[in-house]
């Protein structure tokens, strides 16, 4: 039998160096002792990882009987610094490959076997029906000291043994750990672990000599296809953490799509498909989509991922992956984040998620209208732009429900929208008393309201309702279509006539109740949301300033009247009859004009 090094501990061959540590054979008592010192205080250094107290108390443990000084245990920690070799990312690219295969079908599950400071510890990966690499729930894991019974029970110095290190006192025998450790390696067979499996061995400790001879043998003994040298000595490094990192790599398989629907020009409900996973992006892609809850529904809206084969066209036979249901407002956009968690199951970032009643693929569909219900609707809005606490709130509100009847309704002849801004009168400038976008596409009058800015108050007790009343009977109202004037302010209109009170009369000599008869003979329904009067005390001149306002806005909000703080998008929808889905509907709308890096793709 050849001879132990007394460096290492390892057969040493019959050369003139050691085959294992290449420290020479012969030489000075004293040149193989530093060499022997050496040596185990690198091993003490890697079993320390860092802890410079644990590593002290370890050196004068195992080297009690040869006192050390601190420069050497300085010196032997220099260039420990693990560096990946040339077979790094050949071993990155291996698992690549693998992590395609499983996704692909061609692999049933890919084991990890990694050997840790600690122990082993086998992970798995598998493939979701849909395609998805995901973590398994964690296999066996052995404590090196399960193993054998040549390591020492202390932990730190079982990690020095690992190491390589030997030491004076209690020298360890690295050879006999090493075979105790090979005999009871696992059996993945015994495991019942597929056969149609791939193997990667992780190295967790590259520069432990001990455990790179288990490394060796495990790679030969499981057939694996790769090895990755990676360390996991650092006190918080864990193998299971490296697994998911390097499946999470894994490409997606097939195209997973959150379904939505989108009213065609013909009120026919459509599905609309937004990819949120790409075949062959890596399983932690983060996409982006922008959706849109209808107010003809209550509660949570939908979202349903669904994957569809090649072959299948037709709704009924696409596979459900998820469904979540997300607590959304209704009446506005939501932007949502849809990634994998690891599981390989959606997470959504940006809105709620909420539990409740789980529904099969087909039930959703059944529960979806086929056409939009309703009549062609005209509505013009009218808002007061005048400063004040509430004013860009009003402005708001007015612009968001704009968007709103935008994103419910894509037919232009379906619903026209029209706006006018009013202003006072009172001053010296000579701007337009009112702005006027005529009834025309939502998105028409969208953009115009973008544009709009309110003007400083001149008038605490009055603005140009009258004028904005005279402007909306000008309109090209259609005759078939349900009419509707919603009015945002917070004061009432100027009177014809000059009467000895504190307000002026209206520069125009337009009358409020004039006009508004006008519309109401044409059949506009009048709907009035009404801040809070920003005005002081009426003064004793002007005690009429309530009277005024409680009849001007009883009229304007004849059909439906809300107060402007407690007023939400969909009360002024519903009031003007824009929901033109059912109560059943389960499906978010996609958003007509989406700057989401996806693009929605339009089945029938």
């Not at 009987?65 to 220099?78: N, Y």
């Not at 402005?395 to 379906?414: F, G, K, N, Q, Y």
């Not at 006008?518 to 009067?533: C, E, F, K, T």
């Amino acid at each position: 039998m050849t001879a132990r090094c007394l460096i290492c501990g390892w057969p040493a061959g019959t050369g003139a160096e050691c085959i294992v540590c290449h420290s020479p054979l012969a030489g000075a008592e004293d040149a193989r002792r530093r060499a022997r010192l050496a040596w185990d205080l690198r091993a003490a250094h890697r079993a320390a990882a860092g802890d410079e107290r644990a590593l002290l108390a370890l050196v004068a443990e195992v080297r009690s009987d040869d006192p050390v000084e601190p420069a050497d245990i300085l010196a032997a920690g220099m260039n420990l610094r693990w560096e990946p070799d040339r077979h790094y990312d050949h071993s990155l690219g291996a698992i690549a490959n693998l992590l395609s295969a499983l996704v692909a079908g061609d692999l049933e599950v890919l084991v990890f076997v990694c050997l840790t400071a600690d122990g082993i510890e086998l992970h798995r990966a598998e493939a979701s029906g849909s395609r998805l690499a995901h973590m398994a729930d964690p296999g066996p894991r052995s404590e090196w000291a399960e193993l054998t019974a040549a390591l020492p029970t202390d932990p730190l110095r079982r990690r020095f043994v690992l190491a390589g290190g030997i030491g004076t006192n209690e020298p360890a025998d690295p050879v006999a750990v090493v075979a105790d450790i090979l005999s009871q390696l696992p059996d993945l067979d015994a495991l019942l672990i597929s056969s149609r499996r791939a193997i990667v061995v992780v190295d967790g400790c590259p520069d432990w000599l001990p455990l790179s001879r288990v490394r060796a043998e495990a790679v030969t003994r499981y057939r694996a296809s790769t090895c990755l040298k990676h360390p996991l000595t650092g006190p918080d490094d864990s193998a299971a953490a490296l697994v998911d990192s390097l499946v999470r790599q894994a490409p997606v398989g097939v195209r997973h799509e959150l379904v939505l629907i989108r009213p065609g020009d013909d009120g026919v409900l459509q599905l609309e498909m937004a990819t949120v996973l790409r075949p062959g992006e890596k399983s932690t892609a983060v996409n982006e989509v922008e959706i849109y809850a209808p107010v003809g529904p209550t509660g949570p809206v939908a979202l349903p991922f669904v994957i569809r084969p090649t072959a299948v066209t037709e709704p009924a036979d696409w596979e459900m992956v998820e469904l979540m249901l997300a607590d959304v407002p209704r009446g506005r956009r939501s932007r949502i984040r849809v990634s994998l968690n690891d599981r390989a199951q959606f997470a959504l970032d940006g809105v709620p998620v909420v539990s409740g009643p789980s529904s099969t693929w087909l039930e959703l569909l059944h529960r979806m209208p086929r056409r939009l219900v309703g009549g062609p609707i005209d509505v013009v809005f009218a808002v007061e732009l005048v400063d004040g606490p509430a004013a860009e709130a009003r402005l708001d509100l007015v612009r968001a429900t704009v968007d709103a009847i935008a994103s419910e309704v894509w037919d232009p002849e379906l619903i026209r929208v029209g706006a006018i801004g009013y202003f006072q009168h009172g001053d010296l400038r000579r701007e337009p008393e009112t702005h006027v976008q005529p009834l025309t596409a939502p998105a028409l009058a969208k953009r115009a309201l973008a544009a709009w800015r309110t003007r400083s108050n001149v008038d605490d007790y009055a603005a140009c309702v009258e004028e904005a009343l005279a402007d909306a009977a000008e309109l090209a109202w259609r005759d078939e279509a349900h009419r509707f004037l919603v009015t945002f302010g917070s004061r009432p209109p100027y009177l014809r006539d000059q009467l000895p009170a504190y307000t002026n009369a209206c520069r125009k000599g337009l009358d409020w109740v004039a006009a508004y008869n006008h519309l109401a003979a044409r059949g506009v329904r009048m709907i009035g949301v009404l801040g809070q009067p920003e005005w002081p005390a009426p003064r004793t001149t002007d005690d009429v300033a309530w009277v005024r306002l409680h009849e001007a806005w009883q009229a304007l909000g004849a059909h439906a009247s809300f107060a402007q703080q407690d007023t939400e998008i969909a009360d002024i929808l519903h009031a003007v009859q824009v929901a033109y889905v059912t109560p059943s509907t389960p499906f978010a709308y996609a958003v007509a004009t989406s700057p989401s890096r996806n693009h929605p793709e339009r089945t029938s």
